[in-house]
């Protein structure tokens, strides 16, 4: 047939023009059949197919038309070889594809296409080859090719090569691989010991372990979210619970004072520092490190001096104040009456001053410097202005002359003399030295006795700032400064004591008792002890005995900093047999004496008493506000997602109980020669991993309630307050951060297993395996504080994982196992036949 082509309505030329090898409507159909398998074929393997088409399989028309349409079709497939034989009208062709692929392509091949070949009457460049559908027949009369093939395929057999492994050894495309296959196939000169080699299989079961550890991080997560709900909830009375311990310490009173800055003149942050490490030691009756703590004891020393050179300071400011205050009202009195002869309260006000400089201890305070300075500062302000006004002019002749004379009456007699002789020798002048300046009742002018006025008020600020210093209640800061002064000096005896001890510490061995002596007037159980003895509630040696055991077990189970949470039912318990010792004496005493009930409100009324009542009311308020927050059965109504219940958690540990059993059953590296069962049970674990996690991960924190932020690290760690909070907090990023690594190993290994190759290499995830070995051997589970089950369970994937550090291992067939091995493999090659 002879190639006839007409310009008008010409279509299909402009397709081969445009260099297509399908119409339209062809491609229409393929791109429809690769939409519907699209997303099945993207889970599927790559394997290698054997596929022989019988059929009108004409020439090498066929062998385009399956090249052109697979191309199409495939999407990650391609055909490797083809073979025509045409004595049998069969073509064969190995093929690179998932099964689906495989399917679609075949059933594309069955419908019947046209092919037109054109060799001559189509411009160069042009397409020489178009598949058309049979619909489209009807245009060749407009483009008519020189001859026409007829193409569909009747039945079609495909031959899977297996894929996988044969024992121990690995198969791939139907052949054994040895080192220098696999090599070759993951782009190496040979495989080597160092260059691991991993299965679909092996990833996919240390994806599903990672997947695990995750879920179990995730859950621990969210239970110190909870742990945090709780606690926040119970901050308040943990603080009060301390704040009525601290307040039985050896140095209570003293730490009231100095610890705060309520009082600016009490605040002694040094001091605290180093009291606050004595009393520590002292608390827990650590007696034998007192000598090792010897620095502090005269740190303390030197920092309590300190305290009472700046009462000593103080008292000297307010002296000087009085008598300032009383200069400023006459200086201010004579600027109101226009009264120029202000000297003698400038001399006054100069000569305080002075003393106000010599005040080294106040000026240096950390609290006080800043208002000092700024007392100083305009203090100076003042009398510069006062010093203009002395020498400014005085009447008595010109402004040199007056100002000669100033200078003249601040010198010596000699000086005075010489200046004299000469200031007549210049000016013509007699000048009489004795005389004193005569000032006239206008010399002040009005802008500058408004100046003065405006310096005077200032300066009566500051100085009453300080002067009159409040503490934070309002009360007067330099009273309540002095009321401390008897706590101040029993400190002060203590330390002397404490220093006396330490030098003659060689001389006597046993320091225990000349050291509790030394704090038996500060001991507040002790103190307790003593009121409980006078008022009559211990009426022999053994009540006396009983009582200070209770005491002293007391002592040390509230003085064991910081409070531990296993030890609040213990404290509760041995306030509440304190209680009942007292109570059934009580009950006693006042059976025989009418008089006995007067002495449970007086017990009511003491300190220490009154606080290991407030300390079991906390405690017991503690552990009640955790027992109903764990019994709400949900937190999801809540404005703001912040935390699961514990209800919800313990449903969530349970499904993950479950899981691991099921997990604990499936293992591959035990098993390698069942592997394509292990790999089918593998993804159904991964999708039920996945679900569990899901739906742990549904809800999510707004960012102000997402800890992200590191917790502060200057914190007092003997405040179970503050240390149970830090660590919470700590905790919770650290697991974030790891939940986060893991996730990004994940999306890597699933990187890998969307390649669809049976062999994956272990060079290219060395990085990978080495970042995920090093966190994983990091984790530290007592530091996120797993329960145990969540332990166990974290160490068992841990382990599955780290089996594959060195690599999946393999046997290489030796020449004379390949014939039996070959038979073997072929055996297990899946044969599937398609009819039309």
């Known amino acids: 047939m002879k190639t006839q082509i007409s310009s008008a309505n010409n279509y299909l030329y402009e397709l081969l023009k445009k260099k297509y090898h399908t119409s339209e409507i062809v491609r229409a159909q393929i791109d429809g059949i690769k939409e519907l398998i699209k997303e099945k074929a993207a889970k599927e393997p790559l394997k290698s197919f054997s596929v022989k088409f019988k059929g009108e399989v004409i020439d090498n028309s066929f062998e385009k038309t399956l090249r052109i349409i697979s191309k199409r079709l495939f999407l990650n497939g391609e055909i490797n070889t083809i073979l025509t034989v045409k004595e049998q009208a069969l073509v064969e062709a190995t093929i690179t594809a998932t099964r689906t692929e495989i399917e679609s392509l075949v059933r594309c091949l069955m419908k019947p296409h046209v092919v037109l070949h054109y060799k001559k009457g189509v411009e160069k460049g042009a397409s020489n080859l178009l598949i058309i559908d049979e619909t489209e027949q009807g245009q060749l009369d407009t483009c008519a090719p020189d001859y026409i093939h007829r193409n569909y395929i009747t039945r079609a057999e495909s031959c899977e090569k297996y894929t996988g492994r044969l024992g121990e050894y690995l198969i791939l495309n139907g052949l054994p691989l040895t080192s220098e296959k696999i090599g070759r196939e993951l782009r190496f000169n040979k495989i080597e010991t160092k260059n691991k080699i991993f299965t679909t299989t092996g990833l996919k079961e240390i994806y599903v372990n990672l997947c695990f550890i995750s879920l179990i991080l995730k859950l621990d997560l969210e239970q110190h979210y909870?742990?945090?709900?709780?606690?926040?909830?119970?901050?308040?009375?943990?603080?009060?619970?301390?704040?009525?311990?601290?307040?039985?310490?050896?140095?209570?009173?003293?730490?009231?004072?100095?610890?705060?800055?309520?009082?600016p003149l009490l605040f002694n942050k040094d001091l605290f520092l180093d009291l606050m490490r004595l009393e520590h030691i002292i608390e827990n009756n650590n007696w034998k490190a007192i000598p090792a703590y010897a620095g502090y004891i005269y740190s303390a020393s030197s920092r309590l001096n300190g305290q009472f050179k700046l009462l000593e300071e103080c008292s000297l400011f307010l002296t000087y104040a009085n008598c300032i205050e009383k200069f400023i009202a006459r200086l201010a009195k004579k600027s109101l009456k226009n009264k120029p002869d202000i000297l003698s309260e400038q001399e006054n006000l100069t000569a305080n001053y002075h003393e106000l400089r010599k005040l080294q201890t106040i000026s240096k305070h950390p609290m006080l410097q800043n208002d000092y300075q700024e007392l100083l500062n305009s203090f100076e302000k003042l009398l510069a202005y006062l010093d203009f006004l002395m020498i400014k002019d005085t009447?008595?002749?010109?402004?040199?002359?007056?100002?000669?004379?100033?200078?003249?009456?601040?010198?010596?007699?000699?000086?005075?003399?010489?200046?004299?002789?000469?200031?007549?020798?210049v000016f013509s002048v007699t000048i009489d030295i004795s005389a004193k300046p005569a000032f006239r009742q206008d010399q002040v002018s009005k802008s500058e006795q408004k100046d003065l006025q405006q310096l005077i008020g200032k300066f009566r600020v500051s100085l009453e700032k300080l002067s009159k210093l409040k503490t934070v209640s309002g009360k007067d800061a330099f009273l309540e400064a002095r009321m401390c002064v008897p706590q101040f000096t029993r400190l002060s005896h203590i330390l002397d004591q404490l220093?006396?001890?330490?030098?003659?510490?060689?001389?006597?061995?046993?320091?225990?008792?000349?050291?509790?002596?030394?704090?038996?007037?500060?001991?507040?159980?002790?103190?307790?002890?003593?009121?409980?003895?006078?008022?009559?509630?211990?009426?022999?040696?053994?009540?006396?005995?009983?009582?200070?055991?209770?005491?002293?077990?007391?002592?040390?189970?509230?003085?064991?900093?910081?409070?531990?949470?296993?030890?609040?039912?213990?404290?509760?318990?041995?306030?509440?047999?304190?209680?009942?010792?007292?109570?059934?004496?009580?009950?006693?005493?006042?059976?025989?004496d009418s008089n006995a009930t007067v002495f449970m409100p007086k017990l009511h009324q003491n300190p220490a008493f009154k606080n290991l009542i407030d300390i079991k009311t906390g405690l017991k308020n503690i552990r009640e506000t955790e027992t109903l927050t764990r019994?709400?059965?949900?937190?999801?109504?809540?404005?703001?997602?912040?935390?699961?219940?514990?209800?919800?958690?313990?449903?969530?540990?349970?499904?993950?109980?479950?899981?691991?059993?099921?997990?604990?059953?499936?293992?591959?590296?035990?098993?390698?020669?069942?592997?394509?069962?292990?790999?089918?049970?593998?993804?159904?674990?991964?999708?039920?991993?996945?679900?569990?996690?899901?739906?742990?991960?549904?809800?999510?924190?707004?960012?102000?309630?997402?800890?992200?932020?590191?917790?502060?690290?200057?914190?007092?760690y003997l405040k179970s307050s503050q240390l149970l909070k830090k660590n919470l907090e700590k905790a919770i990023l650290l697991l974030q951060n790891q939940i986060a690594q893991i996730e990004g190993f994940m999306h890597d290994i699933e990187s890998n297993l969307h390649r669809h190759s049976f062999i994956h290499s272990g060079v290219t995830t060395s990085v990978l395996f080495d970042q995920i070995t090093y966190l994983l051997s990091n984790i530290d589970v007592k530091l996120i504080d797993m329960t145990h089950s969540m332990e166990e369970m974290f160490k068992e994937s841990v382990g599955t994982i780290f089996h594959y550090q060195v690599g999946e291992g393999f046997k290489e067939p030796q020449k004379e196992e390949i014939e039996d091995l070959m038979k073997e493999i072929d055996k297990r090659a899946i044969v599937r036949e398609y009819e039309k």
């Open 395 to 425: 009447g008595a002749g010109t402004s040199g002359t007056q100002e000669a004379i100033q200078i003249a009456q601040k010198s010596s007699k000699k000086m005075g003399a010489i200046l004299k002789k000469c200031i007549e020798s």
């Open 499 to 592: 220093k006396e001890l330490i030098k003659n510490m060689e001389k006597q061995r046993d320091l225990q008792d000349p050291l509790k002596a030394i704090f038996a007037t500060s001991n507040k159980f002790e103190m307790l002890h003593n009121d409980l003895s006078a008022l009559g509630i211990l009426e022999n040696i053994r009540d006396q005995e009983s009582a200070r055991g209770i005491l002293m077990e007391l002592q040390r189970m509230l003085f064991d900093k910081p409070l531990k949470e296993d030890a609040y039912g213990n404290i509760i318990n041995k306030i509440q047999s304190l209680e009942d010792f007292i109570f059934s004496k009580g009950a006693t005493a006042k059976r025989q």
């Open 226 to 263: 909870l742990k945090l709900r709780i606690f926040n909830l119970q901050e308040s009375d943990i603080k009060i619970v301390e704040e009525k311990i601290d307040d039985l310490g050896f140095f209570a009173d003293i730490f009231n004072h100095i610890a705060t800055t309520d009082n």
């Open 631 to 716: 019994r709400i059965d949900t937190f999801k109504n809540d404005f703001e997602f912040f935390s699961y219940s514990a209800k919800e958690l313990g449903n969530f540990l349970a499904e993950i109980e479950s899981f691991h059993e099921e997990l604990k059953d499936t293992c591959y590296y035990q098993n390698v020669s069942e592997f394509e069962a292990m790999e089918n049970r593998l993804d159904q674990l991964i999708n039920a991993v996945k679900n569990i996690d899901h739906r742990i991960s549904s809800y999510t924190r707004n960012k102000d309630k997402k800890i992200s932020r590191e917790p502060d690290v200057h914190i007092d």
